[in-house]
């Protein structure tokens, strides 16, 4: 019932800076778990960030950790991540995802397989 549209990917030189926003339409995703996931070519797909329904509790890979900030605004049933410092190892396609609650730990937030619902994705290119 929940689609999810990425947008706001691009090319971007190192050190430079993208915000992605996710857009979710079909019901309120303000209740849900939400997530931004990468995959570049040739890697498996791995977890960036996420958040908590209310917003007020974030997790990071430990790649992103500092330079990336998930948040989002449920009014307007959004979700974003604003990229900085960003690098040729950020190059992926970057994808949103959503899980209805309930939510128990950490693991849920930060594997791909506890998200019910994926967007189509968003190109991200860093050049050297």
């Known amino acids: 019932q929940v689609q999810l549209v990425e947008s706001g990917g691009g090319l971007v030189q190192a050190g430079g800076s993208l915000r992605l926003s996710c857009a979710a339409s079909g019901r309120t995703v303000s209740h849900y778990a939400m997530g931004w996931f990468r995959q570049a070519p040739g890697k498996e797909r791995e977890f960036v960030a996420a958040?908590?329904?209310?917003?007020?509790?974030?997790y990071y890979a430990d790649s992103v950790k500092g330079r990336f900030t998930i948040s989002r605004e449920n009014a307007k049933n959004m979700v974003y991540l604003q990229m900085n410092s960003l690098t040729p190892e950020d190059t992926a396609v970057y994808y949103c995802?959503?899980?209805?609650?309930?939510?128990?730990?950490?693991?849920?937030?930060?594997?791909?397989?506890?998200?019910?619902?994926w967007g189509q994705g968003t190109q991200v290119t860093v050049s050297s």
């Open positions: 958040i908590t329904s209310s917003g007020g509790i974030t």
């Open positions: 995802a959503g899980r209805p609650p309930p939510v128990y730990s950490s693991t849920y937030y930060t594997s791909g397989a506890g998200y019910n619902y």
